[in-house]
């Protein structure tokens, strides 16, 4: 099976930062790479898909990038909805894994 | 819009087997993949398996013994079934549509809608 690890698992930030999580596969999976967010009790919501294209309705703050078998999600503002988990999942081969997940608090 | 609805006992044996049902409004069931995912409480998520509308199947190997995924196209439903539970399988169990995308990457696919999830406790 393909390994997603997530970096970092938590991290605290206020609202305007701009925030990075990074998500490593253990093999190349090319660009394909999915990035969802979950919050509590809620079905996670997809994102951004292919690495690097927002979903429909998804707002502009958040970007995709990849190096290698390197991802990085990227919210540049924070907003006040974006406290959440943020999961990645690659989509290259099955059995579809995904990384551990990065909670985004509030500071 | 795509609105999945999964239902099934919410408390199952351990060594029996856990039933649920998805439910696809809003869309049509004969084409995408059609997917199960579960998430045990405070943890992530993990992929159980997709069927295609064709019928055609695959199943995370680490469940592939226990898990049967079919679905019926003129309810516009899919199912899951696991046999043999443990406590192990206490989760919320989602289901999801499979969309493929191209990119320059070539062929590959998302999870866009999903249903709301439900809590699978097993217990005696």
């Known amino acids: 099976d393909i390994q997603m690890t997530q970096s970092p698992s938590s991290q605290s930030a206020s609202v305007g930062d701009r925030v990075t999580i990074t998500c490593r596969a253990s093999q190349n999976i090319r660009s394909h790479l999915n990035w969802y967010k979950q919050i509590p009790g809620r079905a996670p919501k997809l994102l951004i898909y292919g690495a690097f294209t927002l979903q429909t309705g998804v707002p502009s703050r958040f970007s995709g990038s990849a190096s290698g078998t390197d991802f990085t999600l990227t919210i540049s503002s924070l907003q006040p909805e974006d406290f959440a988990t943020y999961y990645c999942?690659?989509?290259?081969?099955?059995?579809?894994?995904f990384g551990q997940g990065t909670k985004l608090e509030i500071k | 819009q795509v609105q999945l609805q999964e239902s099934g006992p919410g408390l199952v044996k351990p060594s029996e087997t856990l039933s649920l049902t998805c439910t696809v409004s809003?869309?049509?069931?004969?084409?995408?993949?059609w997917n199960w995912i579960r998430q045990a409480p405070g943890k992530g998520l993990e992929w159980i398996g997709y069927i295609y509308y064709s019928g055609n199947t695959n199943y995370n190997p680490s469940l592939k013994s226990r898990v049967t995924i079919l679905v019926d196209t003129s309810k516009k439903q899919f199912s899951l079934k696991l046999s043999s539970v443990t406590a192990a399988d206490t989760a919320v169990y989602y289901c999801?549509?499979?969309?493929?995308?191209?990119?320059?990457?070539?062929?590959?696919?998302?999870?866009?809608?999903w249903g709301q999830g439900t809590l699978v406790t097993v217990s005696s």
């Open positions: 809003g869309d049509s069931i004969s084409s995408d993949y």
């Open positions: 999801a549509r499979g969309r493929d995308y191209y990119d320059s990457s070539g062929q590959s696919t998302s999870f866009d809608y």
């Open positions: 999942q690659q989509s290259y081969t099955p059995p579809y894994t």
